[in-house]
């Protein structure tokens, strides 16, 4: 039976995590963490990809990224087939150091995004490896904090999310990164995210601009489906959560969603 083929994100950025075949560790000391980097950033500078966060565990990386010039899947096989070799050759193995295919889901919202880059940097917090994200070297999180490397991330987007002003910023980013949570990724389950009323708001403005919410209602029949239409999209929103935020009918909004 083919594959099913992977859901193209709208913005192209994906939640990504590699994991060694079998739960295989594929990270056995510093110098393994490090060319693994150095794999990774050679093709995202190839690619043109964006990198938002990411952390390497034993067994498992996780990434926030914005695909590049070429297709998600190309690049990660770039990285993948790379490190295999140098990680067979070094440990005089052979067959395959990863699953078969790597993991992915859609980043579409400003909160699930901001929630993806707490999650990753959490992920050493939560399996009981350190104490405090800090604590962890081999994840993005330090360079937020102001550790200087030969960088791979892009963390403009992830601050000026938070505040315009870069030292505010790097505040609110601490202070959030660090709170205490109950986040859900795409390896909790497969549960679907639910958005709660005040981030689905927020999401539905970013998408319907300049229309107020409570004014789509009273929209000319062809510019309120037009608005409706363009929230279907928000991972997390239901037709009755959509519903009952712009006073409307669950007919309605279905019928322009279909």
Not at 90 to 109: A, C, I, P, W
Not at 170 to 192: I, L, P, V, W, Y
Not at 212 to 236: C, N, T, W
Request: proline share 2%; with cysteine.
């Amino acid at each position: 039976m083919p594959r099913k083929a992977r859901m193209k994100s709208r913005n192209g950025i994906y939640h990504v995590m590699l994991r060694g075949a079998n739960r295989q560790e594929i990270f056995h000391d510093d110098a393994d963490n490090v060319k693994f980097l150095e794999v990774f950033k050679k093709y995202k500078e190839q690619s043109g990809m964006n990198v938002y966060a990411w952390c390497l565990m034993n067994n498992h990386v996780h990434l926030l990224v914005k695909e590049g010039d070429e297709e998600l899947a190309v690049t990660m096989k770039r990285i993948g087939v790379s490190y295999a070799a140098y990680y067979n050759l070094k440990y005089k193995t052979t067959g395959h150091l990863f699953q078969d295919r790597f993991r992915s889901e859609n980043v579409e919202s400003r909160s699930y995004f901001l929630t993806v880059v707490r999650y990753i940097h959490q992920n050493p917090v939560k399996a009981g490896m350190v104490e405090r994200v800090a604590d962890w070297r081999w994840s993005s999180s330090v360079e937020y904090y102001g550790q200087k490397r030969d960088s791979l991330l892009d963390q403009e987007k992830v601050l000026q999310m938070l505040d315009e002003d870069p030292e505010a910023a790097s505040e609110k980013f601490k202070e959030f990164n660090e709170q205490a949570n109950e986040d859900e990724c795409m390896d909790e389950g497969t549960k679907r995210r639910k958005l709660t009323d005040d981030e689905a708001r927020e999401e539905i403005r970013n998408e319907i601009g300049n229309i107020e919410i409570a004014h789509v209602k009273s929209l000319p029949q062809a510019q309120r489906e037009d608005a409706l239409r363009k929230v279907k999209p928000i991972e997390g929103l239901s037709l009755r959560q959509s519903a009952r935020i712009f006073g409307l009918p669950v007919s309605l909004i279905r019928k322009a969603w279909m």
